[in-house]
């Protein structure tokens, strides 16, 4: 169960049309002053050097973040994005990639909260280093969070989940982002998404899902979509034909509940020049659907 290293995949195409969201969800919840809370289920390290290890062994960045890193032409909600990430690559190298906890911490308020969950025992302390990292650089900018800002747990986050609903600030992003190694995660998502909104519907949820010939991830959206959600949202980013061996990932897609309603006309603004960005044939495409509520 613990071969995965989101390392080997850091700033891929598929991070790219993760995390771009994120940040858009994030700046969305922070439109209010009230303070949220921000889970993420399946944090995996947090951050990743591009340059050594599983990362530039696999060189995934280059489907993604690479091609993007450059451009002086990006919509400026897709530059919101990449401002994180210049951020922490202030010489404008490319040498550094934030995970969504790192994209959540940067962005986020002294007064919001995260709480990060990871169950590899490697990628959970490499977690807990990089956020304490973080704490100190707040401090030493002055900022001293009341009670704990992070919290990093060595656990299941299907399962904590559950026990953080509904939230004492009552408004709160959830990110769940397995690594469907374990094809029980298509199942496990579901349900926990489901246990989720039955014990706090608004919430602003976000799943990510790879889009694989494996049955359980084709049908995981549509099944996602028959839960008691009236407001949701479906984007999926390829950026090829399907290889004929079947082999590496060029497709995936996100399933929000609850999204912000500026959402689908900023994708509907971004998804076309990913597409063309990224894209490296005739396979390359989005699709965007979102339930009658949002519209
Ligand atoms: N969210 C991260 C990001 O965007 O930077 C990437 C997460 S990666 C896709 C999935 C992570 O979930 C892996 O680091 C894996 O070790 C971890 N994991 C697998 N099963 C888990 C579980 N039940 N609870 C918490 N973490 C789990």
Not at 157 to 173: D, M, S
């Amino acid at each position: 169960m613990f071969s995965y290293r989101h390392a080997f995949h850091a700033g891929s195409h598929a991070d790219v049309l993760k995390h771009f969201v994120i940040v858009q969800l994030i700046k969305y919840m922070q439109g209010k002053e009230a303070p949220f809370v921000y889970i993420d289920t399946h944090a995996g390290a947090g951050l990743y050097a591009l340059d050594t290890g599983y990362a530039a062994k696999s060189a995934e960045y280059k489907t993604g973040i690479a091609k993007l890193w450059d451009r002086k032409d990006l919509p400026s909600s897709l530059a919101d994005y990449i401002d994180v990430i210049k951020a922490l690559n202030p010489n404008g190298k490319l040498r550094y990639y934030p995970g969504s906890p790192y994209c959540a911490e940067y962005l986020l308020r002294i007064e919001d909260r995260l709480r990060l969950f990871e169950l590899h025992p490697t990628e959970v302390k490499i977690l807990l280093e990089n956020m304490k990292k973080c704490e100190q650089h707040r401090a030493a900018e002055g900022h001293k969070a009341r009670g704990r800002r992070i919290m990093v747990e060595a656990s299941d986050g299907f399962h904590a989940l559950k026990a953080l609903l509904p939230p004492q600030q009552r408004r709160a992003l959830v990110v769940i982002d397995p690594s469907y190694e374990d094809k029980q995660d298509y199942q496990r998502v579901k349900q926990s998404l489901a246990e989720a909104i039955q014990r706090f519907a608004n919430g602003m949820y976000m799943v990510w899902y790879p889009i694989l010939q494996r049955q359980g991830s084709r049908e995981l959206p549509k099944k996602l979509s028959q839960l008691p959600i009236n407001n949701w949202l479906n984007v999926t980013l390829s950026i090829n034909q399907p290889l004929p061996d079947g082999f590496g990932l060029h497709s995936s897609g996100l399933f929000i509940v609850n999204p912000p309603w500026t959402l689908e006309g900023t994708l509907k603004e971004v998804l076309p020049y990913l597409v063309q960005v990224l894209g490296n044939d005739s396979g390359a495409k989005f699709t965007i659907e979102a339930n009658a509520d949002v519209r």
